[in-house]
């Protein structure tokens, strides 16, 4: 079974810090996506990367980077938190290209709160 | 980008076929149905997608309709635990993202 670790469910930050949310796949995934998952608005995609050291913009990138050194890893850093970041963060991972009809894979979310 | 209707809410009896609906007109040729639950809390999780066939694995079945505009995601024998909102999703053609739309939520009931 395809395993996408979240570093934390719960996180509590809070306004202007620097955070860092950590995902990690155990599947050999090529590609490897951040969402943010907000009541009434579902999930909206923040940054996807295809490759190590790529990365490309989702729905809503601002106020978000991402880093990904190592294939099995997938950073995402808010540079200076604010209260609409509060959100439910999920991490999904999935097969790469020439394969673009596999599933992504999803962890179980880390739940952030900027105060 | 194709787009999905679901009902919003549903329930089952427990043990009977769960049958949840999905719109999807506006889909074009090459682009796959998927299924996904989310149970309260965590993250969304993988159920079965398809083109055009049906498809059926050791969680649920997938049927596409011949135009392709609408499917049914079957859970054969529902349990309490299939409690969770539903989705179905369209990924958009020649990328890789998906469009999700607000579900359905499936209360099965004992």
């Known amino acids: 079974d395809v395993k996408v670790t979240q570093s934390s469910r719960y996180l509590v930050k809070r306004t202007g810090e620097k955070v860092f949310l950590e995902c990690v796949q155990d599947m050999d995934h090529e590609n490897m996506f951040w969402y943010r998952q907000d009541p009434g608005l579902g999930l909206r995609l923040i940054y996807f990367s295809y490759d190590v050291k790529m990365k490309e913009k989702g729905d809503i990138p601002e106020g978000y980077s991402v880093s990904r050194e190592k294939k099995e890893r997938f950073s995402l850093i808010l540079e200076s938190a604010s209260t609409n970041q509060t959100s439910m963060y999920l991490c999904?991972?999935?097969?790469?290209?020439?394969?673009?009809?596999?599933?992504?894979?999803f962890g179980d979310g880390t739940r952030l709160s900027i105060l | 980008d194709a787009k999905t209707t679901q009902p919003p809410s549903m329930d089952c009896a427990e043990g009977r076929a769960a049958n949840l609906p999905c719109n999807h007109s506006?889909?074009?040729?090459?682009?796959?149905v998927y299924w996904y639950r989310q149970i309260h809390s965590q993250g969304p999780q993988y159920i079965i997608h398809?083109?055009?066939n049906n498809e059926t694995n050791e969680m649920a079945s997938l049927i596409i309709t011949e135009d392709r505009k609408s499917s049914t995601l079957i859970l054969p024998h529902a349990t309490l635990r299939d409690t969770a909102v539903y989705y179905c999703?369209?990924?958009?053609?020649?990328?890789?993202?998906?469009?999700f739309g607000t579900g359905t939520r499936l209360k099965v009931l004992a």
């Open positions: 999904a991972s999935s097969l790469g290209q020439g394969t673009r009809n596999q599933p992504q894979h």
């Open positions: 398809g083109l055009k």
């Open positions: 999703i369209v990924r958009v053609a020649g990328t890789y993202k998906y469009i």
């Open positions: 506006t889909i074009s040729g090459n682009e796959y």
